[in-house]
């Protein structure tokens, strides 16, 4: 049982254009949400999280939205660069949990 | 700055070897995990463990088994490698969370280690 799904596995966007990842969860338990940014050969690395109690939260370039009703979040990425090109990964926790759940994965490619 | 470190980045094994893959944090983090990761099926977690000596099985912890003796070493343990344990190993660590601090729940993960059993 897939409880965080990332359901587009790759994303094609121009340089300098908005990248928006997708993704969806299904245990309404969860409280806290994470982007993670994976490079080939290399281990993930934290990129931007947000708490059930807020909907938006931004740093630079970067802003991830919750919509709790829709158990839906979304990363935007303003504007793009060649050096976003990764493997983004969403996570969730519920308090105490003390462990992440994550999805499988969206690869996005910027273009120049 | 956390630093998780992993005792090899490639790894070359023989079906039926003993395989050992060790990870050490210097953040003095309580949390340690160990993940493996596979296309199209994101982190899939094998182990973890909240403190010295104490571990729970994860979502995948079949054929795998895990040691910690020192609060900054976790070690993960391929009893008889298969073939079907060839993937990217990733270990992480995270502090505490004491209540409402959801920010302690940040892992920070270590570079990988990229086994293949022939």
Same mark, same amino acid.
């Given at each position: 049982?897939?409880?965080?799904?990332?359901?587009?596995?790759?994303?094609?966007?121009?340089?300098?254009?908005?990248?928006?990842?997708?993704?969806?969860?299904?245990?309404?338990?969860?409280?806290?949400?994470?982007?993670?940014?994976?490079?080939?050969?290399?281990?993930?690395?934290?990129?931007?999280?947000?708490?059930?109690?807020?909907?938006?939260?931004?740093?630079?370039?970067?802003?991830?939205?919750?919509?709790?009703?829709?158990?839906?979040?979304?990363?935007?990425?303003?504007?793009?660069?060649?050096?976003?090109?990764?493997?983004?990964?969403?996570?969730?926790?519920?308090?105490?949990?003390?462990?992440?759940?994550?999805?499988?994965?969206?690869?996005?490619?910027?273009?120049? | 700055?956390?630093?998780?470190?992993?005792?090899?980045?490639?790894?070359?094994?023989?079906?039926?070897?003993?395989?050992?893959?060790?990870?050490?944090?210097?953040?003095?983090?309580?949390?340690?995990?160990?993940?493996?990761?596979?296309?199209?099926?994101?982190?899939?977690?094998?182990?973890?463990?909240?403190?010295?000596?104490?571990?729970?099985?994860?979502?995948?912890?079949?054929?795998?088994?895990?040691?910690?003796?020192?609060?900054?070493?976790?070690?993960? !343990?391929?009893?008889?490698?298969?073939?079907?344990?060839?993937?990217?190993?990733?270990?992480?660590?995270?502090?505490?969370?004491?209540? !409402?601090?959801?920010?302690?729940?940040?892992?920070?993960?270590?570079?990988?280690?990229?086994?293949?059993?022939?």
């Amino acid at each position: 049982d897939q409880q965080v799904k990332q359901n587009s596995p790759s994303l094609s966007v121009q340089e300098g254009r908005i990248s928006i990842l997708n993704c969806d969860y299904t245990n309404s338990m969860f409280d806290y949400f994470l982007w993670y940014k994976k490079y080939p050969a290399e281990g993930p690395t934290f990129l931007i999280s947000i708490s059930s109690i807020k909907d938006k939260n931004e740093d630079g370039r970067f802003t991830v939205f919750l919509n709790k009703s829709a158990k839906h979040l979304s990363l935007h990425i303003v504007p793009s660069q060649p050096g976003d090109s990764a493997v983004y990964f969403c996570a969730a926790s519920s308090q105490g949990a003390q462990k992440l759940v994550f999805g499988q994965g969206t690869r996005l490619t910027i273009n120049p | 700055d956390v630093k998780v470190t992993q005792s090899s980045r490639y790894l070359v094994k023989r079906t039926g070897e003993k395989v050992f893959l060790e990870c050490v944090q210097d953040m003095d983090h309580e949390n340690m995990f160990w993940y493996r990761q596979d296309p199209g099926l994101g982190l899939r977690l094998i182990y973890f463990s909240y403190d010295v000596k104490m571990k729970e099985k994860g979502d995948i912890p079949e054929g795998y088994s895990v040691s910690r003796e020192k609060k900054e070493r976790f070690s993960l !343990i391929l009893e008889s490698a298969s073939t079907n344990q060839t993937s990217m190993y990733l270990c992480a660590s995270s502090s505490r969370t004491g209540g !409402i601090l959801a920010e302690q729940e940040t892992q920070y993960f270590g570079p990988g280690t990229r086994l293949l059993v022939l």
